[in-house]
């Protein structure tokens, strides 16, 4: 079936522009996942859905970054007032939760590049 | 929270020569442990995993890692390796329980380990 997929798959956008990046994760899957790949940072957690639940921002590096999952399914990461430091390549993961919520299944990502 | 630490950043070998990628996690509660492919220009894909059980877990093509809760490693190996499996290889690790402070399957990730294989 149909992975987790994602849009852009590349993006260039001057600094202080605005960016909305979208993931469509595997249907069914209920917890959804944003990462974040950097050659300065390695992988990092940015952002947890599950469910209906209120997602865990606790990864999100500023007040800049906000993402929403509508309808627990598409998810869209926004940045707004984008800096060079928020180049990088954006990815989505879900998995099915529950028991299974570790198996994560992972997009092929947004790669980010501001000017 | 919960570390992980890939010693190594690059690993050059040749074609059929033995490899292990090291990787050493620190926690304080009990963790699942996973290790992470991302070939060029693809996204992360889940190599193998170890949730409970076995402490030797395998892969489809050959790779097999063991969890060593002594020594807090969780270090992947192949006997013999393949131009293909030429990629970067990120462990990772999650906490086996939610709660206050920890993110359920939220994966900390090593910075990664890049294996080149030559003919």
């Known amino acids: 079936g149909a992975g987790v997929s994602q849009s852009p798959s590349n993006k260039v956008t001057e600094k202080g522009k605005d960016v909305e990046l979208r993931c469509d994760p595997i249907?069914?899957?209920?917890?959804l996942y944003w990462y974040r790949q950097s050659l300065g940072q390695g992988l990092e957690f940015l952002i947890y859905?599950?469910?209906?639940?209120?997602?865990?921002k606790s990864g999100l590096p500023s007040d800049r970054f906000s993402a929403e999952r509508t309808g627990g399914s598409v998810s869209t990461l926004t940045i707004q007032r984008t800096q060079q430091e928020d180049s990088a390549v954006y990815l989505c993961?879900?998995?099915?939760?529950?028991?299974?919520?570790?198996?994560?299944?992972f997009g092929p990502g947004t790669r980010l590049t501001v000017t | 929270a919960q570390s992980v630490t890939q010693l190594d950043s690059q690993v050059p070998v040749f074609e059929e020569a033995p490899v292990e990628l090291r990787c050493n996690y620190s926690?304080?509660?009990?963790?699942?442990l996973f290790w992470y492919v991302q070939y060029p220009n693809q996204g992360l894909q889940l190599l193998l995993k170890?949730?409970?059980?076995?402490?030797l877990v395998e892969s489809i093509n050959g790779f097999e890692a063991e969890f060593n809760k002594s020594q807090t490693s969780f270090h992947l190996r192949k006997p013999s390796v393949h131009i293909s499996d030429t990629a970067e290889y990120f462990c990772?690790?999650?906490?086996?329980?939610?709660?206050?402070?920890?993110?359920?399957?939220?994966?900390?990730f090593g910075r990664g380990t890049q294996l080149t294989v030559w003919p």
């Open positions: 859905f599950q469910g209906n639940s209120a997602p865990d």
């Open positions: 170890y949730l409970s059980g076995s402490t």
């Open positions: 926690s304080s509660v009990s963790v699942y």
């Open positions: 993961a879900s998995s099915l939760g529950g028991t299974s919520v570790y198996e994560q299944y």
């Open positions: 249907s069914g899957h209920t917890a």
């Open positions: 990772a690790v999650s906490a086996s329980a939610g709660g206050r402070g920890s993110t359920l399957g939220r994966l900390y």
